[in-house]
Structure formats: structure tokens, C-alpha cells
């Protein structure tokens, strides 16, 4: 860690030698080690020592973005000088409404030494628990243990100086018997929150309950979506629709629909960055606080998030969810979602059942095949099961889905009342807090050979 | 950089290592894209570090540094035995590496024109023109065009003697028009969807590309997809076009023909594979003019390099011929498993990564076919192009594809316009249904830059030869 002090003494001595109307330097460093194994043993074990320094220099309004992942102070000025001169080719970006100025921030504690001082040597002894848990059943394990530490300032010359660091810990595991696996995973900034025995029993009990699957026909089926296969699905209704650059794009479901009903009135998504029991962070990558935004409110069309450009250009303010300058392209995109809770309990769901499918998680969504409609397609993966007269039966052959989540998700007859933390798949820094939920329709529309 | 790589592989040959390898990257990459007339990504980015991998005790450990100073770097030398040490704890089966030349050498990638010294005003310009014509239609909502640049310098040191110095430039660019005529969005891209295409080239390839020359009829496609009807449910004949074609083969031949991938080790993230060794020289993947090669030696293409990143030469290697299932992506740990030497496909996305068995430029070979004769001896079907959708199951079986765009084939002359056309099967089934594939005239080496795989997740540049090809009886339309 090179701490706050340091870094920004260095910042105030690079920026002072710009000569753009504006400069942001944004700073993002961490450690970070991941512990992956698989067939039962280590077989990758890595370590990282990296960061990356991202200079933004504004000249009226032509913007220059460089980066470099030196803190070297001439480093620092050839990214600087080059940054400047990316911004004199520049046209003017009409949208810009220059860099924000201080904001209050609200203090919350992301970092955790236990976390940071986490070694390769804790990761195995965590891993090797996994191992003799699964091998109980004779069942091989495949998966990934990391952790890591980090920090992160953003400073400009409109005076913000924004400062905070980070842990994180997560596991992921899949168990595995001659015809079935099985899924758990855990995340929280806390690596002692992550309970790798309970997540390894939970992962070979899955496989042994679907051992030697069935095959079912695709059709239209009553489904139970536990937390990591609900937030799968809205990892995808985040990516092509909370955002503001899909709002703008008009691809996005909700950009003719605010106001609207879109889904069950028991469905409320929202993203809060400031909430702790999910990876919270008090302020975006422009230095402006995290703004609690609510997507859909009980079933009802309500909003997306936007950074500065794109805020400024619809004539709404940030809601603090601005990527760093290098990825403002793709707008502002959401990082801590939750999905709100209901009261009905996973056996209850499973109990008032009469014909479904259990699903545990998803294997390789994609949601560009009609983005308005919300319409996914997917896989089912380690862990379906049917679900006859209230009682999982058997494990069964995965299915391949296609639906839209407007229709599946205005289906819904209950919701868990508690939820689980989901990383994000394709972003180390994002999560979803998903419930499970009990859909009345959900279309499996081909079927696979395991 | 050879002198500090190799000092530091001769301190943990004193450590007794079994093997150890260094890798130093340098990457400089521009990016530029133009949406709406607006440039909302120009930037410049430098990237610089050590990555040291360590085999003891027949168990791995990595470990990387964003420095070049000698002290960190030997640091980060301990930091990769220590990790090999903790790895140790679970060894079953000690890892053993396949015989490779230890090369000393220097490869250049073919490069006519460096695109870091074309003035970012030309390139802008260039992209602004684009964008500018494709929204000269009220009903185009968001014209986007883009360009990406890499200019890699990395230098691989290892115990066993080798010291390969690689300067590799990659150059690309795409644009795609969205239309909307509040009710319905479509999207028309050129010349490939998902930022276009790629080659181990200058920005000679860029100019090569024809982009003015396609973009009014990018637009109007975009708009015609408006008002055209939707693919219709159906098992029919379907012509795929060459750059679907290649995700084709990336998704149901690239992939679960990774030996890494076969042996369980990429379970935890995207799945295993249904290319068992059981069935190398004996499954029946295609039909017998389906023939498929893993190629690193093609001068430009995107998957194209000097060594892997442990060493090993780039070669030709066959994974399908007539057919039949007869070859792997393999590197010097998993080749001896097969009883074979690395056909040197580990590659790692930058001195921050661990290499992993990643694509080359993975070929469909051409046939015999011209595409207006394939048409016209297709009595019903559908010819779809350019990718929108794809997804495929964690053993690579089931998959679905969508594309942009697809016209119907009524006896043998192109008809009607559909949209949000999809096709879906079963990867054997499929490739066996495979009659006709178009000639040499009609392939090209399609680049793909943003191939995923891995845990932490790494980004590899791969690229796919593949021309038009028929398949029959394939089951579409299977969209709402």
C-alpha cells in the first residue's frame, strides 16, 4: 500500500506541471492473490502486484485520457504530457460539463487486515478443507479461493481528493461425482465471513442429489432460481439495461419504460454503493458519492444510472456510478445491485410445487438477442433437479433457456426473505445481492447430453 | 532485460526449482472510439512488468510485478516459490514438462505502416467520417466506430536457457449503426460485429478494409431490418457466413479442443469439454469435408506470433481432418498426458498473467464452393450473417447463434430480409450436417480480440480462417 498521503503529494506535483484547464488523476492499486484448483490439487496459484494510473486533461471541452501502471514521477509526466496531447486532436465533447468539485463522502470501512495479510500458505490450508470435504463422497473439486487487497484515489484540480482502501475474499466450488456436480460460492470483503466447509458441503451435496440425471423436454415450467442463478440472469439485465448508455441507446428496456409496469409488483432492484453488507464504495471514479438508484420499484419502471457526461447530456446530475475515463464510452454502469427480499422460504417454494425445475446456477448467458425485450438464452449448469408434488425427484440433463425476464419475472410467486452475496462474472469489483425466486414460467427451450 | 530476467532464474536454479520461467511485457495500446459524432474514448495506455512462474516440487506458483527494478523483481522470484511451496501441499501426480528447443531469437511481426505514428487526426478523422454517414438517417439512433492498436514488447527468459525477444503490432477497426423506430431496435455492423476485425498487422490492414465503402449500405441494412419479418421457426437448410463461421468454429471446436480444458482445469469458470481423449482418432466430429487446423505461423493474422509463451515455436497442427477428431491445443505440461510434444499454444495476456493453452488462428479449410453456386443448389433455407448472440454449454454440445441479419433462400436465389434470426444444435449433429463449404476465394482469417478464459480472467487475441459453409436440416428461429 502506498497510502494516501504519498499518493496524493505526488498527484499535487504532477498536476501542478499541467498545463490543461483541468486535470483528474485516478489511481487504482492493489494486491491480489487467487488460489485455483482443480481434479482436487493446485494447479494455478498466482499473485499480482499491479495498478494503473489513469490521467484525464481537460482543454475546454477536448478531452485526453493516458494511463500507465508506473508511479514513477517521470512516468507520471510522460503520461500526463501524452494525455494533453490526445486531448489537442480531440473535437469538443458538447456533453461535458467539466470535473465535479469536493463532495461529502460517506465514511465506510472497506478494508480488513486479516483480508490483506491473507498468504498463498491460508489459501491452500482453505482449499485443502474443500478437498477432504468432497472426498467423503469420493468427489472431485474444481474452483478458486482469492483474496487481495487494494486502494484507490481520485484527485482533480477542482479539489477532489477521494481516498479509500479495499479487501476482498472469494471462493467459488464445484463438486463433481461420475454424472452430476455441484455449486456454492462466497464473497465479502471479509475473508473470514467466506466459511469454506459449510460452501464445500453445500457444493457435494448438489452433486449427490443430482447424481445420474434424467433427461426432461424443454417447455414451459413453474422454476426455482437460487441467488446465483437469479443474479446470472440479472448480471445480463444490468449490463444491457441499468445502464446509461443503453437508456440513451434506446436498447435498453427501460428506456421507453419508466413509469411503467414492467415486472411482478413484489420485484425492487436498486443499486446502493454505500451498503455494507455488499462490496461498498463511497464514491465513483470521477470522485462523485455513490447515489442509491432504484431500477425497477415494485414492479414499476424507475431509472438508470448515469456519470457525468451521460447525466449531463439526459440534464440529470451523476448518481456516482462513473466508470474510469478510459471506459466513459460505455457509460455508467451499476456495481452494488440488490434485489429486494420477500417471505417465502426456499422448502416453501419447493413444497408448493406441483411440476417444476430447480435451478442452481447458469452457464453462458448472452442478451443481445433482443435487448428491449430483455430477451437471454443460457444454460443450466452443475445442479437442475425436477421438482414433482412439492419434492426435488432427481437431478436433470441441463436445459438451454430462452425467454424474456419482462415476462419471466412478472410470473413471480415468491420471493426468499434472505439473500445472498454474487460476484459479479465479467468485474472483480462488482456483486449482486439476489434472493432466490419461485417464477410461475420460465422456457426452457433445448435440452444437452449431461 | 534478458541480463535481470536471467539473474534472477539463476538465483532459484540455486533454490533447486524443478524449472522457472520470466517473462517482460511492455504494452502500449491506443483506443479510439467516435459514437455520434462525439469522441468518447481516446486513449493511450503504457503497461509494463515482470511475470515469474516456478515449478517445485512438481507444483506451480506465479507471481508478477508492475516494476522492472532488479530488487522487485527478485522479490516477486520469492513471492512465485513460496506460492509453488503452498501448492505443493496437494500434489497427487508431480507436473512434468515435454522436451522443447531452448530457442534464442528475435521475432518481428509483418508491419507496413506502425499505427502509432499515423497522426490520431487521421484516425479520428477517419472514424468521424463513419459515424457522421452512418447517422445520416433520422432513424439511425447511435452510429459507433472504433479502432484498437497493440504494440507488444516482451522478452521470455527460463532455467532451461531460452531467450526469445518478441515485437508484436496489432492493428483493428469496426463500426455498427443502431436503428430504432420507436418500437423496435435493430443493429447492422461492418465489417464484422464486436469492434470489427483484427490482424497481427499495421495500419495497413485498416486501410485495406473498404470501411467508406460499406457504410451507406451498413445504414440501410440497419434500417431495412425495421420492417423486415422474423425469422421464422423451422428446421431448414442454413449458408453461415465466413464470420460466423469462425465464432462457429471458436465456440464448438477452439474451445473444447484445449487440452488444458479437456483435463478438468478450466472447470471452475467455463466448463469442460466433450473432446475426451477417449475419442481422439476415433470420434466422428464433422462431416469428411470438414477440416480443421490450429495455424500460428500465418503471416498477419491475429493468432499469429513467433513462440508461445513458454517457449515452444508457433506451428500447424491438425485437430479435425475429414472429419475426425485427430488433435489438441496443447502446451509442455499436458502434451506428454496425450504422449505428444506442445504444439505451442500458452499464451497469457500480459506479464500479470499466467500463460494458458489459448486459440491460434483455428481454420476451417476452404472447399470447392462458390458462394452463388451454393445458393442457387439450395432449394429452401435461410443464409445468416455477421454475429449477434452466442452462447454454447459448459461441454461445448448445445449451442445457439444469433446473427444480425439472415435472408431466406427460395429455390436457390436470396429472398426476403429477416430479423433476429437464430440457429441452435448440437455440435457433432451440426458439423456433421455440413455439405458444402465455399473456396479459398471466400476465406479470410477473421480476427477475434476478445476471447475469455481463465481465473483472474485474461483476454487473448485469437483469429479463425473460415469461409461460407452449408448445413442441413438445422433447427432455427427458436427466439420468443
Known amino acids: 500500500m502506498i497510502g494516501k498521503d504519498k499518493l496524493f503529494e505526488l498527484f499535487e506535483k504532477v498536476a501542478k506541471s499541467s498545463k490543461a484547464d483541468e486535470t483528474e488523476i485516478v489511481y487504482i492499486g492493489s494486491n491480489f492473490g487467487l488460489t485455483r484448483f482443480a481434479n482436487s490439487i493446485i494447479h494455478q496459484n498466482v499473485n499480482e502486484a499491479n495498478c494503473k494510473i489513469l490521467i484525464r486533461t481537460i482543454l475546454g471541452k477536448k478531452i485526453g485520457v493516458a494511463s500507465t501502471n508506473s508511479l514513477s514521477y517521470a512516468d507520471l509526466k510522460a503520461t500526463l504530457s501524452n494525455s494533453i496531447e490526445i486531448a489537442k486532436y480531440q473535437k469538443d465533447n458538447k456533453h461535458f460539463p467539466g470535473l465535479p468539485g469536493p463532495e461529502k463522502y460517506a465514511e465506510i470501512n472497506t478494508y480488513f487486515e486479516n483480508t490483506a495479510l491473507y498468504s498463498p500458505k491460508d489459501r491452500a490450508r482453505q482449499v485443502k478443507k474443500i478437498f477432504i470435504r468432497a472426498n467423503k463422497r469420493k468427489f472431485l473439486t474444481a474452483g478458486a479461493f482469492a483474496t487481495g487487497d487494494g486502494e484507490i484515489a481520485v484527485f482533480n484540480t477542482k479539489g477532489v481528493r477521494c481516498y479509500q482502501t479495499v479487501t476482498n475474499a472469494s471462493v467459488n466450488i464445484i463438486a463433481m461425482s461420475g454424472t452430476s456436480s455441484g455449486y456454492s460460492v462466497g464473497l465479502s470483503r471479509k475473508v473470514e465471513d467466506i466459511d469454506a466447509v459449510v460452501l464445500a458441503d453445500i457444493a457435494v451435496e448438489k452433486a449427490y442429489l443430482g447424481k445420474k440425471p434424467k433427461p426432461l423436454e424443454a417447455g414451459d415450467y413453474e422454476v426455482i432460481l437460487e441467488p446465483a442463478a437469479v443474479a446470472a440472469l440479472i448480471e445480463w439485465v444490468n449490463y444491457i439495461g441499468f445502464g446509461s448508455k443503453a437508456y440513451i441507446d434506446k436498447t435498453s428496456f427501460l428506456s421507453d419504460n419508466i413509469g411503467k409496469k414492467v415486472m411482478a409488483d413484489s420485484v425492487t432492484m436498486y443499486d446502493d454503493g454505500l451498503d455494507q453488507a455488499a462490496i461498498s464504495m463511497p464514491f465513483d471514479f470521477e470522485g462523485v458519492p455513490k447515489k442509491k438508484v432504484y431500477f425497477i420499484e415494485k414492479g414499476i419502471g424507475k431509472g438508470v444510472v448515469f456519470d457525468r457526461i451521460t447525466g449531463n447530456r439526459e440534464g440529470v446530475p451523476s448518481t456516482g456510478h462513473g466508470l474510469t475515463a478510459s471506459d466513459h464510452g460505455q457509460g455508467a454502469i451499476p456495481l452494488n445491485i440488490f434485489i429486494e427480499t420477500g417471505n417465502k422460504s426456499l422448502a416453501e417454494m419447493i413444497a408448493s410445487v406441483k411440476r417444476g425445475v430447480l435451478v442452481t446456477r447458469f452457464h453462458y448467458i448472452n442478451g443481445f438477442i433482443d435487448t428491449p425485450k430483455l430477451v437471454l438464452t443460457g444454460m443450466t449448469r452443475d445442479g437442475t433437479y425436477l421438482i414433482e408434488d412439492g419434492q426435488i425427484k432427481h437431478g436433470v440433463k441441463n436445459l438451454r433457456f430462452t425467454d424474456s425476464m419482462l415476462r419471466a419475472f412478472s410470473t413471480v410467486k415468491g420471493i426468499s426473505p434472505e439473500r445472498q452475496l454474487i460476484p459479479s462474472w465479467w468485474d472483480s469489483v462488482g456483486c449482486i445481492a439476489a434472493p432466490a425466486f419461485h417464477l410461475g414460467a420460465f422456457k426452457f427451450t433445448g435440452t444437452t447430453d449431461f | ?480
Open chain 2, 1 to 480: 532485460m534478458k541480463d535481470k530476467l536471467n539473474n534472477v532464474l539463476d538465483w532459484l536454479k540455486e533454490k533447486k526449482v524443478d524449472y522457472a520461467d520470466a517473462r517482460f511485457v511492455r504494452i502500449e495500446s491506443e483506443a479510439i472510439r467516435v459514437t455520434d459524432g462525439i469522441v468518447d474514448t481516446l486513449t493511450k495506455d503504457v503497461n509494463v512488468g515482470v511475470g515469474i512462474r516456478v515449478l517445485h516440487d512438481g507444483a506451480w506458483g506465479f507471481a508478477a510485478v508492475a516494476s522492472v527494478k532488479e530488487a522487485d523483481i527478485k522479490k516477486t522470484a520469492n513471492k512465485a516459490l513460496q506460492t509453488a511451496r503452498a501448492s505443493a501441499t496437494t500434489v497427487k501426480e508431480k507436473a512434468k514438462l515435454a522436451e522443447v528447443k531452448a530457442y534464442k531469437d528475435h521475432y518481428k511481426s509483418p508491419c507496413e505502416k506502425d499505427p502509432f505514428s499515423i497522426p490520431v487526426d487521421d484516425k479520428v478523422g477517419l472514424l468521424m467520417e463513419l459515424s457522421d454517414r452512418l447517422r445520416s438517417d433520422s432513424k439511425i439512433k447511435t452510429a459507433e466506430a472504433s479502432a484498437d492498436f497493440y504494440k507488444t514488447n516482451k522478452v521470455f527468459c527460463s532455467t532451461e536457457g531460452a531467450a526469445i525477444e518478441q515485437d508484436i503490432i496489432e492493428s483493428g477497426a469496426g463500426y455498427t449503426a443502431t436503428s430504432y423506430d420507436g418500437k423496435e431496435v435493430q443493429k447492422r455492423s461492418y465489417p464484422n460485429s464486436h469492434r470489427g476485425d483484427f490482424a497481427t498487422r499495421g495500419y495497413e490492414f485498416i486501410e485495406e478494409m473498404k470501411l467508406l465503402d460499406n457504410v451507406d449500405r451498413t445504414r440501410e441494412e440497419a434500417i431495412q431490418l425495421l420492417t423486415a419479418d422474423d425469422c421464422p421457426d423451422a428446421e431448414t437448410d442454413i449458408i453461415i457466413c465466413g464470420s460466423q463461421m469462425a465464432l462457429q468454429v471458436h465456440e464448438s471446436c477452439g474451445h473444447p479442443s484445449e487440452l488444458d480444458r479437456v483435463l478438468g482445469t478450466e472447470i471452475s469458470l467455463a466448463g469442460g469439454s466433450f473432446m475426451q481423449i477417449d475419442g481422439l482418432n476415433k470420434l466422428k466430429y464433422g462431416s469428411d469435408i470438414v477440416n480443421i487446423f490450429a495455424d500460428a505461423t500465418i503471416p498477419g493474422a491475429l493468432g499469429s506470433f513467433g513462440y508461445d509463451d513458454e517457449g515452444v515455436k508457433a506451428q500447424r497442427a491438425p485437430i479435425i481432418q475429414n472429419g475426425l477428431h485427430v488433435g489438441y491445443l496443447t502446451s509442455r505440461e499436458t502434451a506428454p498426458i496425450i504422449g505428444q510434444t506442445s504444439n505451442g499454444t500458452m499464451r497469457a495476456d500480459g506479464w500479470n498473467r499466467l500463460p494458458l493453452i489459448r486459440m491460434t488462428n483455428i481454420n476451417l479449410e476452404p472447399g470447392e464452393w462458390k458462394l452463388e453456386d451454393l445458393i442457387a443448389d439450395t432449394r429452401d433455407g435461410i443464409f445468416f450473417d455477421m454475429n449477434k448472440v452466442w452462447s454454447i454449454d459448459d461441454k461445448r454440445l448445445n449451442f445457439q447463434f444469433g446473427v444480425e441479419c439472415a435472408w431466406e433462400i427460395k429455390s436457390g436465389k436470396l429472398g426476403r430480409m429477416l430479423k433476429n434470426p437464430l440457429y441452435t444444435g448440437m455440435t457433432p449433429k451440426f458439423w456433421n450436417s455440413c455439405d458444402a463449404i465455399c473456396n479459398r476465394n471466400y476465406w479470410h482469417i477473421w480476427g477475434v480480440p476478445n476471447c475469455g478464459k481463465g481465473e483472474p480472467m485474461q483476454t487473448a487475441r485469437v483469429a479463425h480462417g473460415a469461409a461460407p459453409a452449408r448445413f442441413r436440416k438445422v433447427k432455427v428461429g427458436v427466439s420468443k
